[in-house]
């Protein structure tokens, strides 16, 4: 009933730029928070930056200055503008909205993911 769909990801060498886009769609009333992770082999899942509806954001002490999240309420859409990329950023980049669809209940869903490779 809710997808959350990613693109945007890709092979690029290092110093270069992604964006990867993740779009929201099914029975939802309101996203609350929207946020991108990343997961690397043999690594657990983490944070790498998240936006609030008012548009507050955090960031991975890692991705500071290089990322930026934003996001599309029109649109259900969220965003990440990856620069300067190293290959420690090589991972699968999941998208997460926290949303209340017609089921009135507030929960945390997911998209497939996308890989992000960063090599010469």
């Known amino acids: 009933q809710v997808q959350l769909v990613e693109s945007g990801g890709g092979l690029v060498q290092p110093g270069g730029s992604l964006r990867l886009s993740c779009v929201t769609s099914g029975r939802i009333l309101i996203i609350n928070s929207m946020g991108w992770y990343r997961q690397a082999p043999g690594k657990e899942r983490e944070l790498v930056a998240g936006i609030t509806r008012d548009d507050t954001t955090n960031y991975a002490d890692s991705v500071k200055g290089r990322f930026t999240i934003s996001r599309d309420n029109a649109k259900n859409t969220v965003y990440l503008q990856m620069n300067s990329l190293k290959p420690e950023d090589t991972a699968v980049y999941y998208c997460?909205?926290?949303?209340?669809?017609?089921?009135?209940?507030?929960?945390?869903?997911w998209g497939q993911g996308t890989q992000v490779t960063v090599s010469s």
């Open positions: 997460n909205a926290n949303l209340i669809s017609t089921t009135l209940r507030p929960a945390d869903y």
